[in-house]
């Protein structure tokens, strides 16, 4: 693939629209928590950091990928379709007596494991990198977490599990946000200070910027070479609702329908018309 | 495993299980800090296959699934109320909805922990397990059969929740018996039977020394029931009679009697279980099933008004 910034902007920006697109037609969708996750999701799949393909996705050896906030399915949704996992017209269908609906379920091609119920999924992949280290198999365990989701209490007993067992082939990165249905994580119940938590844990911890496609190859690459015994939590400082000006940092655009006039709007700012807003 | 010395329950699950992880790399134990005599010696004899993960079960869990996933076969132990009531989503959602082979092992059925109050006692943990899509569910009943569903763990693929117990209880099975059944006729009859489960089977057995004509059924596996074969033992029976150490709501006692219903059997049905609300009284177990009204006296008691109300 084509490790090239401007490529894999363009690349999430198409993506965007196909989310707009997508959750027009099945009536609603999880637009923010997906707009904020999916620049880090396209640098996974398609900078050669998963390197999971439809090919490979039963492989024993092939890179394990888990959407711990799972309401951000539609954002991998498009990826894997994009990649040939399913047909388009699975996302035309969303919501509407096709495979996909507002959550991953395993029966989807290309996903991993079942997930929606927040506070999952860093367990289930300390679960997969502690079986990589049983079976002396290389791959890696990536799980992306909301950083609303980092208020259940298992994320923090699974984050102490996988740093006692030096469990260095799994990455999590938190889509930090910083806004849950409601508000601000910051007036809800403060996660600050955020990192040094992670790091109190035993973590190795890197704080990025989540849109900045650069940085975050940078950062998956610098993991990729790392010779650190830690599990690696990169906290991806993101904005809720990014690419459409009107919807960033405004929790309300978590979940809802796309009419036709906020549907002119969006897609206009997406397609690079800066007149709008 | 040595049969002619009775074995404390716990001992005899990890005997079938020490048999299967000596065989086959790919099992895995993992424990919320919770021990048995036998588990210290897979501890000690299989460290890379055991894993202590500290008391945190949902995590446990979860844990285990994506162990699953990756192809492990996985014991995971702990206080039975623990595993399958607090790590309630985890079980439906990680395991049951994913299909995967772990093995669900809760010690403390019934009033097992009889001084330890409600929050260690295994009332509904059966009852909440059996509401899972996919879950089957053992109750054991004495060593033999703790042992033999330890390897129904291995063999059998999909999520499984085992409700075993500590101590000795007295021995009804032996090696030669078919566990994929799920129940055993220890003794039969056409006036009563009891369908009983785990412990109270005991105390069904001595209640049929006390009243006569009185058969006895042990329930160990309560989901799925093997319904084919409850429905053929008690067709022609007068009195059914359910017996269990757990809560009426969500019990074997309702199972049993919508199996009845929906094969058109005709007959007086008497369920005995625990009252529904939490336990407060702290003793041993006879005292607490005296409390209840689950001991053999008072069961008999129940029964003969029964009997006479027909």
Known sequence: MILNTSFLEEKSNSFRIKILDTIRKAGKGHIGGAYSCIDILTVLYYANILNITKNNFKDNNRNRFLLSKGHAAIAQYVILQDLGFFDKKELERMNNGGILGEHPDHNIPGIEFDSGSLGHGLSICCGFALSAKLDNLDYKSYVVLGDGECYEGTIWEAALLSSHLNLNNLVAIVDRNGLCIHGETEKINKLNPFSEKWESFGWNVIEVDGHNIAKLLETFNTIENSKTNKPTVIIANTIKGKGVSFMENDHKWHHGGISDEIYDLAIKELNGDNSVG | MEITVLVDMRDAFFNGIYD???????????TADH?????????????????????????MISVAAGLAQCGKIVYVYSINNFISMRSLEQVNIDLCGMNLHVNLVGVGAGFTYSTDGPTHQGMQDMQAMSTLPGLSVYNVTDDINSYKLAKIGYRQPGPKYFRIEKGKNERIYNLNHNISDGLYKISDSNETLILSTGYMTHTAINVSKKID???????YRTKPLNEKKIVDICRGVKNIITLEEGTYSGGLCEKIALLLLKNNINCNFLPIAVEDKP????????????????????ICKKIKIFMESR
């Open chain 2, 35 to 59: 021990g048995a005599f036998r588990l210290s010696e897979i501890e000690r004899d299989f460290p890379e296959q055991f894993l202590n993960v500290g008391i945190a079960e949902q995590n």
């Open chain 2, 279 to 298: 336990c407060y009284y702290y003793g041993n177990r006879q005292m607490l099933h005296e409390k209840y009204k689950i001991d053999t006296d008072n």
């Open chain 2, 213 to 219: 004509n009185i058969g006895v059924v042990d329930i």
């Open chain 2, 20 to 30: 299967v992880i000596e065989e086959d790399k790919n099992v895995v134990v993992l």
